[in-house]
């Protein structure tokens, strides 16, 4: 029978099926950070259980580990740490700490470390696992009573999901990142319209960007609901695993090469829903609300909720305006911002810091911002060093920080305060993410740097050119 | 998780319909790192209240808790389940439950029976008049008895049996370990690891 991506990977992994029961999945390899795992552990604790396989699990320090030089100064997320770090050293699990040149954001670590690969299941008490699914890997989120299951018995009893298939043909414009197109695509099916899918990204745009870019783009398929999203595999995937730390090697590389070939949706198989872009009519996007969903291109104004046909729509619209100190009609490009946050799991890869890079090369940040520049990892930081983009950050007035999830979540020092707006890279824009009272929007690395020039939000095609 | 048939102990009559589990336990408690302990975050709100039930020493050892309708609503946050447990409950009766609550509860343990409102109302008057009589929750046979009262509950046969079994999701996937290392048996030789390179 004809598969989709997602069915075949779902397929390999079914160690048991039984009648009216749901699918046992076997787990290739399960993540853990400090903030969902500390009850999991104690559960194995309780019922004197052993981790099933310690070397199928890898833990990173990420949520709570500050950006700046120094020790943790929060009790509540130095408990969290160390219990991490008891934990992995009682069951015997690798865990990369923060100051260990493999730490950084768990969604990071892991493609770069070469163990994301394709085919794989992959999971993590934390919904933006969808990201390793760049690499077709069935990749998803768990909650912690989960997560004390997959410790336990490396499976997960599960039922089936549904399959999306989200189509981008065509060239993507000059300026529009992958970042936009997924901004575009939440904004067009909705927070809720991948409710119960797996999505599978496909078409030659998608086809066309590197693997980091399609990071990004899986990253944010939670965002519309989904559980998980998916790329088939091809040459780029197999060029940016070959040669990692935990790729396969030798023969074991052509070995799971030919296996890996096999990972595409068959011709003739079905999904159960399908969505189609035009890449070429996409441009930068920015979000105006407290959800992902809600977005608009940078060119736009801010939307008027009256004109909105959906009462439910109009009256979460106001109260998103209300939130963000926004009025209907004013040009997006109009709006200013405090602080621009670059990082994060959906764009803090070594790609995103270089386009940055790009736009900030002899210009300045804006008096009345500040900027955070903050690496996804250790090994993210170490490059951008290497290739000189430490040094232009610093002298455009960014700050360069230590990796970690930031402000993404501000469960760390790095918070906006309330009213504060800022540009940013993340993946969220609900009420007080970035801090309570902090108002985000939602934008690409490209905007991201711009905006901190101009002071309001930008493309780089706002900036005068920069003087020879 | 312990195996569940009998279960006779001192019955709590909280006379509250639409418990939900930020009242069970608030948010500002989430953020312990063990899966015990939660039980100074039970009804927190409430126990600074000297007149609420578990303020009286006849019922503050209980461990059959007899709430109003619709016990569990809201946040589908475990340590709910979690906070009710640490404190000593196995059981509550309601005549209905909040969907999310009831599943987390069968995955920890806890027996969530369902039995008719006037049923409880009878169970309420009842501890009501006696503090710290006691309650026998007879799983095996679905009846609840308590002095004069004889009630019947629902509960799922699938939940029933886990139970009774003494089976968390974990202890019933492990009644097919067999099954998982033969799977594991099938994995290529070259599937990665996370032991350092």
Redesign the interface.
């Given at each position: 029978m004809a598969k989709t991506l997602a069915e075949k990977v779902w397929d390999a992994h079914v160690v048991r099926r039984g009648e009216g029961e749901p699918d046992l999945l076997y787990i290739d390899l399960h993540l853990l950070h400090e903030v969902t795992s500390p009850q999991a552990f104690d559960g194995l604790r309780l019922a004197g259980r052993p981790v099933r396989r310690p070397e199928l699990t890898l833990a990173t320090e990420d949520h709570n580990v500050p950006t700046t030089e120094g020790p943790i100064t929060d009790p509540v997320s130095r408990t969290q740490v160390e219990t991490l770090r008891r934990n992995c050293e009682e069951f015997g699990v690798t865990l990369y700490p923060m100051g260990d040149a493999e730490q950084g954001i768990v969604h990071v670590v892991g493609p770069q470390l070469g163990l994301t690969q394709p085919g794989m299941t992959i999971v993590c008490g934390d919904s933006h696992t969808s990201t390793h699914g760049a690499f077709g890997a069935l990749a998803f989120g768990i909650g912690t009573s989960e997560v004390e299951h997959v410790l336990a018995t490396q499976t997960l009893p599960l039922k089936p999901f549904k399959t999306m298939a989200v189509t981008v043909d065509g060239e993507l414009p000059a300026g529009v990142s992958a970042k936009d197109v997924v901004l575009a695509v939440i904004a067009k099916i909705g927070t809720g319209g991948g409710q119960g899918y797996v999505i599978e990204y496909r078409g030659s745009a998608i086809r066309a960007l590197s693997m980091e870019a399609r990071m990004t783009i899986c990253n944010m398929s939670i965002e519309a609901g989904a559980r998980a999203g998916m790329i088939a595999p091809d040459e780029i995937t197999f060029e940016y695993l070959r040669g990692r730390d935990h790729a396969p090697a030798g023969q074991d590389w052509d070995q799971a090469v030919e296996s890996w070939r096999g990972l595409t949706t068959d011709a003739d198989a079905t999904f159960d829903a399908e969505v189609v872009m035009d890449a070429a009519s996409l441009s930068p996007f920015v979000t105006w609300g407290t959800n992902p969903g809600q977005g608009a291109p940078l060119s736009a104004a801010v939307p008027d909720p009256e004109q909105m046909a959906d009462d439910n729509e109009k009256a979460a619209a106001q109260r998103a305006l209300e939130y963000m100190g926004l009025t209907a009609g004013t040009p997006l490009r109009e709006v200013a911002v405090d602080t621009v946050f670059v990082g994060s799991c959906t764009n803090g890869r070594i790609e995103d810091l270089r386009t940055v890079a790009e736009v900030l090369k002899g210009r300045h940040v804006a008096e009345s911002v500040r900027m955070l520049v903050v690496p996804g990892s250790a090994r993210v930081r170490l490059q951008a060093e290497a290739e000189g983009l430490g040094e232009v950050f610093e002298a455009a007035g960014a700050q360069w920080r230590l990796p970690g999830c930031s402000m993404c979540l501000a469960m760390n020092p790095d918070k906006l305060v309330p009213t504060e707006r800022s540009a940013s890279t993340s993946n969220r824009n609900f009420e007080g993410r970035q801090g309570p009272g902090g108002r985000t929007h939602l934008v690409s690395p490209e905007v991201a740097a711009a905006t901190a020039v101009r002071g309001t939000l930008s493309s780089p095609a706002d900036l005068a050119p920069v003087e020879a | 998780m312990d195996a569940f048939s009998t279960h006779t102990g001192i019955g709590v009559p909280l006379r509250r319909s639409n418990v939900d589990t930020d009242q069970i336990i608030p948010a500002e408690y989430l953020?312990?790192?063990?899966?015990?302990g939660f039980e100074d975050g039970l009804f927190a709100a409430w126990r600074g209240d000297e007149t609420f039930v578990l303020n009286n020493p006849a019922y503050a050892a209980g461990s059959v808790l007899v709430a109003g309708p619709d016990f569990g609503t809201g946040s589908s946050r475990?340590h709910a389940v979690?906070a009710l447990m640490n404190y000593g409950f196995r059981v509550v009766i309601s005549s209905r439950f909040a969907d999310i609550f009831r599943g987390?509860s069968g995955?920890q343990g806890l027996l969530t029976a369902q039995c008719s409102q006037d049923d409880v109302e009878l169970l309420w008057k009842y501890l009501e008049n006696a503090p710290g009589a006691s309650i026998t929750v007879d799983l095996r046979e679905r009846v609840i008895t308590a002095g004069e009262i004889v009630a019947t509950f629902e509960v799922d046969d699938y939940t029933r049996w886990r139970l009774l079994e003494g089976l968390d999701?974990?202890s019933?996937?492990?009644r097919?370990?067999g099954?998982?290392t033969a799977?594991?048996g099938t994995?290529?030789?070259?599937?990665?690891?996370?032991?350092?390179?």
């Open positions: - | 953020k312990r790192v063990t899966k015990s475990e979690w987390n995955k999701d974990i019933l996937t492990l097919h370990e099954d998982i799977f594991e994995r290529p030789g070259w599937a990665a690891t996370t032991t350092p390179a």
